[in-house]
Each structure stands twice: as structure tokens, then as C-alpha cells.
């Protein structure tokens, strides 16, 4: 069975542009999470999407959005791009979304804003 | 609020020697807690999770860890470090809101040295 998978893998925009970044979950799979890695933050996260409803959310400005397919697949939108929006974003995917479920991660999206 | 401390930053071992990565959580009740490790340039992988079943958990690549309530602690062991072992490592806990939401600890490197 395939993986996560998001697209790109890297990129790179400049301050005030906007970025829209591709995750596709692991198939059978209907809850998506977005987290975001800084060297200074560590991890957070960002928000989780169940049959194309965000269920939860993380502590981030409205910059910051999502959305979910009917097929699954998700994608996050960042808006107005500053510098400290430089970062590793990783998405997982869940069976259901469950708080003992196992999450699996992507290999993440790596943006660079200038 | 559940959070997670990890107490070192940075772990060295030898090859061939035992592996202790500490990690204290703070939860109001039972926590879902996992493991996940990050090569470089990787996602994150999963190593184990303790879901209120035994309180000694095994993982991959012969890690396990050993949940205690009475200390509040999810401690990683290894009982022979591999040069391959070298990477990030993150203890978790599952938020308890309902819905899927990881809080991650700030992470420790293990470095192993031949």
C-alpha cells in the first residue's frame, strides 16, 4: 500500500505570496492532519480534516487554511506569506481520526519564503 | 492539557551500548503516548504506541518502552545501539479534545558514535 505523499517537496516564495500545498493519504484513510516543523517551535499542529470537515484546529492566524476532498486528499493554503512561515510542513493520515490511532506521516513539504 | 517533556536535548551513545531517551507527560487521565523517529530530510516514522493495554510496549528495530503512571513517564530504550539508530527523536501524547490532535515534545538527537 502507497504512502503519504505531498507535493511538492520543496518550495520556495516570496513575502506577501501565497502557497498552496497537496497531500494525498494513505488509501481507505479519511482523517488528514497538517503539522508544521520550525527548528523553534518543534512541531505543531496545524489542523485535522475528516470527510472534508476540519474537526480541529491548531493555534495559527487565518493565513492559514485547509480543505478536504471527497476522495480524501487534502490541501493547505497559506496566504500572505511571511518570513517565519519558513518551515518543514508534514501531513498524516488516519483510518478515522481516533485519538489512539496510528498517525503516517508524509514526507513534508519544505517552503522557503524570502 | 496534555504536553510531553523530554528531558535531554541531545543523547550520545556507542555502538553496541543501551539506549535511554526520557520523556514525562502531563495528562488528566490515561494518555494515548507514541514514539516517532526523523531520519534526515525524512517524515516522521512511528516506533511504538502505548494505548492503555500493556504497560511495556514494543516497537521496531528493538526499541521498546515502558509506561509508568506513578512517575508519569514513557521512557525509549535500546538495549544495543546500530550506527543507523542516529536520528530525531519525538515522544507524543494524542490530545484528549476527541478528535485526532498530537502534541509532540521538543525532540532529542541521538548520536551514535562507532
Known amino acids: 500500500k502507497a504512502g503519504v505523499t505531498q507535493t511538492p517537496r520543496y518550495l520556495i516564495k516570496t513575502r506577501g505570496q501565497q502557497v498552496t500545498l497537496s497531500c494525498s493519504p494513505i488509501s481507505g484513510h479519511r482523517s488528514v492532519s497538517w503539522y508544521q516543523q520550525t527548528p523553534g517551535q518543534g512541531l505543531q499542529f496545524l489542523f485535522e480534516?475528516?470527510?472534508?470537515?476540519?474537526?480541529n484546529k491548531g493555534n495559527f492566524p487565518g493565513r492559514f487554511s485547509g480543505r478536504q476532498f471527497s476522495n480524501s486528499r487534502s490541501e493547505m493554503n497559506v496566504s500572505t506569506l511571511e518570513l517565519g512561515d519558513s518551515a518543514l510542513y508534514l501531513c498524516a493520515s488516519s483510518l478515522l481520526g481516533g485519538t489512539a490511532e496510528t498517525q503516517y506521516f508524509g514526507p513534508g513539504t519544505r517552503l522557503l519564503v524570502l | 492539557a496534555q504536553s510531553v517533556t523530554q528531558l535531554d536535548s541531545h543523547v550520545s551513545v556507542s555502538e553496541g551500548t543501551p539506549v535511554l531517551l526520557r520523556c514525562n507527560y502531563s495528562?488528566?487521565?490515561?494518555?494515548?503516548l507514541f514514539w516517532y523517529v526523523q531520519h534526515p530530510n525524512k517524515g516522521l516514522q512511528l516506533l511504538l504506541k502505548?494505548?492503555?493495554?500493556?504497560?511495556l510496549v514494543k516497537g521496531i528495530n528493538g526499541f521498546e518502552a515502558e509506561f509508568k503512571k506513578s512517575e508519569t513517564s514513557f521512557h525509549l530504550t535500546k538495549p544495543s545501539a546500530h550506527m543507523s539508530d542516529a536520528a530525531e527523536y519525538f515522544c507524543v501524547v494524542s490530545d484528549s479534545t476527541g478528535f485526532q490532535k498530537l502534541v509532540f515534545g521538543t525532540g532529542t538527537r541521538l548520536l551514535v558514535s562507532p
Open positions: 495528562s488528566s487521565y490515561s494518555p494515548s
Open positions: 502505548y494505548t492503555s493495554a500493556a504497560t
Open positions: 480534516y475528516f470527510s472534508e470537515t476540519q474537526r
